[in-house]
């Protein structure tokens, strides 16, 4: 079973970074779209960022400017780092890979806890 270990959550006080990390199979970081999401209590699911295996990037309009998502083709490691976090940031921190011509399209992570608060 394709795993995605996913790393870096906590607890941070609002004005704080993190850095979330996601290690993937090599198969599946080459060949698959790489991205955050993540879901509050009693909220949907909902996109934060995404990057292509060419680099492009797309964020969630709630996290520009302070938010980026890289990735370290050398480490099949995609990252996202968190900066200005606030409040409502808080959530739990799905890593996902994402190709709409594989199968499975899907595969997700277990989630990281991101907790801001005073």
């Known amino acids: 079973q394709v795993q995605l270990v996913e790393s870096g959550g906590g607890l941070v006080q609002p004005g704080g970074s993190l850095r979330l990390s996601c290690a993937a199979p090599?198969?599946?970081?080459?060949?698959?779209?790489m991205g955050w999401y993540r879901q509050a209590p009693g909220k949907q699911r909902e996109m934060v960022a995404v990057i292509t295996t060419g680099g492009s990037t797309n964020f969630a309009d709630s996290v520009k400017g302070r938010f980026t998502i890289s990735r370290d083709d050398a480490k099949n490691t995609v990252y996202l780092q968190m900066n200005s976090l606030k409040a409502e940031d808080t959530a739990v921190y799905y890593c996902?890979?994402?190709?709409?011509?594989?199968?499975?399209?899907?595969?997700w992570g277990q989630g990281t806890q991101v907790t801001v608060s005073s």
């Open positions: 996902n890979a994402f190709n709409p011509r594989w199968a499975p399209r899907d595969y």
């Open positions: 090599g198969s599946i970081f080459s060949n698959y779209r």
